[in-house]
């Protein structure tokens, strides 16, 4: 079975320039969820959609948009690249369902898009 | 602001020993508290979660202690492995459907050693 897939894996940028990250969920998982994980810390919550429609925004500035297509696959854009936005770019699906069912699904993290800014 | 806070930032255990990690959270909302763990390169893998109507659960090896009160919870590896070499990161939530946002503490490097 095909976990979370993102793409690309690892990602050269200059500062200024505009990204486009990926993500695939995985089979029936309604939810995709971003987030940033700079070097030695812990991962930070950028954005949630659920049915294509976004249901969370992180503290990030408005260089930072998302959106989710019909098949639920999800694409991070960031523009006007600062150094600072070099991190490892974490894709995130789950079910979505009831609360009281989150414990047995939880949430499933792909490898991440390693970005780096220049 | 930090609403998860963790400690040890690095932790070295003895083969065969048990390995505890300690989380504080600040927002009584919280209602789901997972706990992850991530190797080198890979992302961050569910390993186990409760719940604050419960005070302990355990999965195998690893055990999550919850005390709501304190606003506290950690985690106990047992007869730790040196497979268990990785990044923990606890984390907590507030969840209706279809809305989550996860809060990740900021990681304990464990080091388990022969």
């Known amino acids: 079975d095909a976990g979370v897939t993102q793409s690309p894996t690892h990602l050269i940028k200059t500062r200024g320039q505009h990204v486009t990250l990926r993500c695939s ?19 930070q919550f950028i954005f949630q959609y659920y049915e294509k429609e976004e249901r969370g925004r992180g503290n990030f500035p ?24 070099s991190a490892l770019y974490l894709c995130a699906s789950s079910l979505a369902g009831d609360r009281r069912d989150r414990e047995s699904y939880g949430y499933t993290f792909g490898s991440g898009t390693r970005l780096t800014v220049v | 602001q930090q609403q998860v806070k963790q400690s040890p930032q690095s932790l070295i255990v003895q083969k065969g020993g048990i390995s505890i990690i300690n989380c504080a959270y600040e927002n009584t909302a919280f ?15 569910l390993l186990i ?8 659960k355990k999965e195998g090896r690893f055990t999550i202690s919850f005390n709501k009160s304190a606003k506290q ?24 459907f279809g809305n989550e946002k996860l809060t990740f503490g900021t990681g304990t490097r464990l080091t388990i050693i022969p």
């Open chain 1, 25 to 43: 969920p995985i089979s029936g998982h309604k939810s995709v969820s971003w987030y940033q994980q700079v070097l030695g810390q812990g991962p």
């Open chain 1, 62 to 85: 408005d260089r930072f948009s998302a959106r989710q297509f019909p098949n639920y696959s999800s694409e991070l854009n960031v523009n006007a690249l600062l150094l600072g936005d």
């Open chain 2, 73 to 96: 919870f950690s985690l106990h590896i047992m007869d730790s492995q040196p497979g268990d070499s990785a990044t923990y990161f606890c984390a907590a939530s507030i969840s209706f």
């Open chain 2, 49 to 56: 979660a409760i719940r604050p109507d419960v005070s302990e």
């Open chain 2, 31 to 45: 209602d789901y508290f997972p706990w992850y763990q991530q190797f080198p390169g890979k992302g961050p893998a």
